[in-house]
């Protein structure tokens, strides 16, 4: 396609996007950091990071048509990465802020974390592979991954989980489907495990 671009990160006015950014670059990779829906239809794979609350990136995704854009290219299947809020919100709606509204690209409720453990879950933990996929390629299984959440993804279809961890409840740190690979987990702050997640999902591409 002419004109397209190489990775596209979406900034919805969030947080620091730098070490997502630093580690696209650092597998010899040139992303565009963006907030046009413009920018994403171009894009040959999208990454969406999670930072911030629901209905924030929610209003903000919106506001800029860059929800429909999501949608548009996970439909003409271009590879999509999700990170942390990233992956909450492509499910139909989150008990965040009250009750809100996502993308709906897939059936399921996004929940708050049980009050028997400390919230938000921050640090590192395991995730179980539950499928084999070209996420996981190079990465053993039980590796240890950096999260910082107080919300996980409850999917109504449990085939998209391809990886579990343990905190509190038995949660979904990893989505699969065609096209789309999320994580609950934070790979830009996972060290060299986390640069293999990106690196895997830029072969996707």
């Given at each position: 396609?002419?004109?397209?671009?190489d990775i596209a990160i979406i900034d919805y006015?969030?947080?620091?996007?730098?070490?997502?950014?630093?580690?696209?670059?650092?597998?010899?990779?040139?992303?565009?950091?963006?907030?046009?829906?413009?920018?994403?239809?171009?894009?040959?794979?999208?990454?969406?990071?999670?930072?911030?609350?629901?209905?924030?990136?929610?209003?903000?995704?919106?506001?800029?048509?860059?929800?429909?854009?999501?949608?548009?290219?996970?439909?003409?299947?271009?590879?999509?990465?999700?990170?942390?809020?990233?992956?909450?919100?492509?499910?139909?709606?989150?008990?965040?802020?009250?009750?809100?509204?996502?993308?709906?690209?897939?059936?399921?409720?996004?929940?708050?974390?049980?009050?028997?453990?400390?919230?938000?879950?921050?640090?590192?933990?395991?995730?179980?592979?539950?499928?084999?996929?070209?996420?996981?390629?190079?990465?053993?299984?039980?590796?240890?991954?950096?999260?910082?959440?107080?919300?996980?993804?409850?999917?109504?279809?449990?085939?998209?989980i391809a990886g579990q961890t343990q905190y509190?409840?038995?949660?979904?740190?990893?989505?699969?489907?065609?096209?789309?690979?999320?994580?609950?987990?934070?790979?830009?702050?996972?060290?060299?495990?986390?640069?293999?997640?990106?690196?895997?999902?830029?072969?996707?591409?």
């Amino acid at each position: 396609m002419a004109g397209r671009k190489d990775i596209a990160i979406i900034d919805y006015g969030a947080g620091n996007l730098r070490s997502v950014v630093n580690a696209i670059i650092r597998l010899g990779n040139q992303p565009i950091v963006t907030s046009s829906a413009a920018d994403i239809a171009r894009a040959r794979a999208v990454i969406l990071p999670g930072v911030g609350a629901a209905a924030a990136c929610m209003t903000a995704l919106q506001a800029q048509g860059m929800d429909n854009a999501i949608r548009d290219i996970i439909a003409e299947d271009r590879p999509f990465l999700g990170i942390c809020l990233g992956l909450q919100v492509l499910f139909s709606t989150t008990e965040e802020d009250g009750g809100q509204k996502c993308l709906g690209i897939f059936s399921g409720k996004v929940k708050r974390l049980p009050g028997t453990v400390k919230i938000p879950h921050m640090g590192w933990n395991q995730v179980k592979k539950t499928v084999d996929h070209p996420l996981f390629t190079g990465i053993p299984d039980n590796a240890n991954f950096y999260f910082v959440h107080s919300y996980y993804a409850d999917p109504g279809d449990k085939s998209l989980i391809a990886g579990q961890t343990q905190y509190g409840v038995t949660m979904s740190s990893v989505i699969t489907c065609g096209n789309i690979v999320a994580t609950q987990f934070h790979p830009e702050k996972s060290g060299e495990l986390g640069l293999k997640v990106f690196d895997n999902f830029i072969s996707m591409a």
